[in-house]
């Protein structure tokens, strides 16, 4: 019985060993980003950078925004193992409230860590008389 236990458990150890997979990293060069002092007229964007550190391709399944005024664009096609790629933001304050404000981009891949959240923040500044 001692045998039959070891020898599955010495299987068992072995299977999940062969199974175990190559998994893709995200680091991103800065997760925050200032766009400083900007009117209301003026649309500002930014291009956050990344790099897969892992050992499996990298894949961005999806990066939403917090708000409509801030739209995501990022690299579709996967991302080999040293490559890197960008995810570029577009802010639009037009009609929002003048001063501080801070967005965030929710960033979803195959890879580790699997959420990753980026932040643009600034001060719009609205004419006078609006």
Not at 23 to 36: E, L, R, S, V
């Amino acid at each position: 019985m001692k045998k039959i236990m070891m020898v599955t458990m010495l299987l068992f150890a072995v299977i999940t060993g062969a199974f175990a997979q190559k998994q893709a990293q995200i680091a991103f060069d800065k997760t925050t980003w200032n766009f400083g002092t900007f009117a209301e007229s003026q649309i500002q964007t930014c291009t956050f950078t990344f790099k897969n550190t892992g050992d499996a391709p990298l894949i961005i399944n999806q990066a939403v925004a917090s708000c409509g005024c801030t739209v995501p664009t990022y690299t579709k096609k996967p991302i080999a193992p040293g490559e890197s790629g960008t995810l570029k933001v577009t802010y639009n304050g037009k009609g929002k409230f003048e001063g501080h404000f801070k967005k965030s981009i929710t960033v979803r891949t195959n890879g580790t860590p699997e959420v990753v959240r980026l932040y643009v923040e600034g001060d719009m500044t609205v004419p006078q008389g609006k």
